[in-house]
């Protein structure tokens, strides 16, 4: 069974800083994709960055880069140039392949919540 | 183009009673997934479905079903509910069951059971 683990609870952090926010992953599996949501109180779920287990360069889209860094079973997220809109929780996910039936499911740690301060 | 909607938003039960939420997928959009997001947790699967089908289950008791129907919206029925079954549910809707990629979610509905 796979395993995300998301360390920091709460983080702060000053408006046009960057922030990383740390995300430590555990599977056996060799094929597997790895996820940044967003989500703010309205409680919808925004996709931000996803990365491939055998894709060899980070990922990134926009202001967002994921730090993948496989040996060490580690994809933090990067958010440069935070704005107040940055203000959410934000949760680290896996997509997991269960091969006994057929399909793959997504298992999501236990989210960051960031607080961007004027 | 419309996203994955959900509904009732919110909803309120007493212990014992039955709820029912309703998802629809992004339109071309096959496979549904239930999550359950209690509060200050990660969202947990409960549920996916594809062509109708039952594909996968999460660890959640009987009191947990769900359907998918011909136009691939999909049902999340609850049984005899408890207090912890009080969360928000979240539907996500992928072209296939095996898709690899983003999930697109639903806003959620939001089950207090009082």
């Known amino acids: 069974a796979q395993k995300i683990t998301q360390t920091q609870p709460g983080m702060f952090v000053q408006e046009k800083e960057a922030v990383t926010l740390d995300c430590t992953y555990d599977t056996s599996d060799q094929s597997y994709g790895l996820f940044w949501y967003k989500q703010p109180s309205s409680g919808e779920m925004i996709f931000l960055i996803y990365?491939?287990?055998?894709?060899?360069q980070n990922a990134t889209e926009g202001r967002y880069s994921l730090n993948f860094q496989k040996a060490r079973k580690s994809a933090n997220l990067v958010i440069s140039a935070s704005q107040l809109g940055d203000s959410a929780m934000y949760f680290c996910a896996m997509r997991e392949a269960i091969i006994s039936g057929g399909y793959q499911k997504v298992t999501f740690g236990t989210g960051t919540k960031l607080q961007v301060i004027p | 183009d419309a996203g994955v909607t959900q509904s009732p938003t919110h909803l309120i039960k007493t212990r014992g009673q039955h709820v029912t939420l309703r998802c629809s997928p992004i339109?071309?959009?096959?496979?549904v997934s239930w999550y359950q997001q209690v509060l200050g947790q990660g969202p947990q699967f409960i549920f996916q479905?594809?062509?109708?089908?039952?594909?996968g289950r999460g660890n959640f008791p009987d009191r947990f079903s769900a359907r998918q129907f011909p136009n691939y919206s999909s049902e999340l029925n609850v049984n005899a509910l408890l207090l912890g079954d009080s969360a928000l549910y979240l539907c996500?809707?992928?072209?296939?069951?095996?898709?690899?990629?983003?999930?697109?979610f639903g806003e959620g509905s939001r089950l207090t059971v009082l």
């Open positions: 990365q491939g287990s055998y894709d060899e």
């Open positions: 996500a809707s992928s072209t296939t069951y095996r898709d690899t990629g983003e999930l697109f």
């Open positions: 339109s071309g959009h096959k496979s």
């Open positions: 479905y594809y062509e109708k089908e039952e594909r």
